[in-house]
């Protein structure tokens, strides 16, 4: 029996392939062309002198042969990928302060923080709730999770992501009190996350700054906003970073199909020094990793479009003047407010 080995690329192409079920959600992993993974493919077959999948129809099929090599083939990257941790693990251990968007930390980063500590368990996280970029330069913090426009002064700075925004609301309080157009909101409490600017951006974006608003409360941050709305409180703006895992399951909804791209953005940050230490470079990997492994969840709307027709209908320059008498003020998040463009969540 010949003890020569396939060579690696092809085998991992294989592996990929089977894994994600096509050519072409194996080269996206992978980071190669379609043809890449074809090609790779082909020549194990040949190696092998036997068809590894069965062509035809949506999803790749495994063949006899194909099925007896994948587990031998996933055992043994999986030991590769034991290995490796287990010897990067002595470089990766200690404490690790972390600060982050107080929303962004409850919602995103905290139901997913066991993916980061089964891969490195000698990690201890001391997690700190703050948007505050004065954490940039303390000696006490490691690494900064921001909200923001990214000029920040002597550090290292990456976009993390881009995010929308767009009302949400709880299923309760939709259920007995209805969003069939944006004049509805003008009987449901507004919450706010900041001091109003990021609903005045979309209300903007809907043609409707000048909607009466009765009732609003205003919180120091999206994090118990979007808390008060899980609990029937009111309506909260909401992003797609931060709602949408809730209103994947369905503990919030989206009434209104659209969404309007927020002026600042996430961006991971740290001092310039600390930046090559291997336990913050590995936690800075992953939270890039951990968002990109997994797409944001399709927003699912409860109305198609939004509808003004029952809007009242001042004079058109009563409502341009409004429009254009909006004027940036301060804001916890550090937004700057400009004329939005208009997105539609997909429904």
Known sequence: MSSRLPPLNPLRAFEATARRGSVSAAARELNVTHGAISHQIRALEQSFNAPLFERGGKRLRLTPQGALLLPAVTQAFAEIAAATAAMTRPATSGELRVTCVPALLSFWM??????????????????????DAANLHSPDVDVCLLYGDGSWQDCWTRLWSRLELFPVVSPTLLNTRPLRSIRDLRDHVMLHGDDGREWNTWLAAADAIDLPRSRQHFMSDARLSTEAALHNQGVALGDTITAGSLIARGELIAPFDLTVPAND???AACRSEVRAAPIVRVFIDWLFAALE???????QTSARTIIRS???????????AAAESFQPISSPRGRRPERPQKRRIKS
Do not use: C, W
């Open 110 to 131: 905290i139901p997913r923080l066991h993916l980061f500590t089964e891969q490195f368990p000698d990690v201890r996280l001391k997690l700190i709730a703050s948007n």
């Open 310 to 320: 029952r809007m009242p209908k001042p004079e058109t320059q009563g409502r341009a």
């Open 293 to 299: 492994s997994e797409p944001l969840p399709e927003l």
């Open 265 to 267: 953005a996430f961006y």
